[in-house]
């Protein structure tokens, strides 16, 4: 079969751009503290009353850091893809999917600390937040296979 040189350059931009979505380390990192911290905030709560207000600010601060993160980086680079996850078809499901798992997993440490088994709660946060993780870099890595494939809306 020949090779169609325009397609193949085609492929090789989609590949560069698709390149774009690749996080640093780092940002995984800080994503799974600020998943324990979200997660744990029942278990902060009730471990160290008097502390809410404490614990908004901080979560503020999460969101702000990865607020700036995002259009620093979008300007770094340059590229301006689709903030929306349904832009991506192929990480549509995934990312319900995370989702689900995230909000059973954050209804539970809840049920589990108004039941006063804070320990129980201490034990499922680092599964929690692990599969919060995973899901978040399963949805990344579905979203880098649509720009490849070239299925953006």
Known sequence: M??????????DARRKLA???DLPAAYWVFL????VLIAGLPIW???????GPYFQWAVLGVVLVATAYSVV???RSGVYMPRYITSYPGARLMWIAALAVAGVGYIGINLLVDQGMIGFALAALVPVAALVLAGQMLVRSA????????RVK
């Open 2 to 11: 020949a090779s169609n040189p325009e397609l193949d350059q085609v492929a």
């Open 19 to 21: 390149a774009h979505t």
């Open 32 to 35: 799974a503290a600020a998943g």
């Open 45 to 51: 709560s009730a471990v160290l009353p008097g502390s």
């Open 73 to 75: 980086q979008r300007r």
């Open 143 to 150: 979203v880098r296979r649509s720009i490849e494939n070239g």
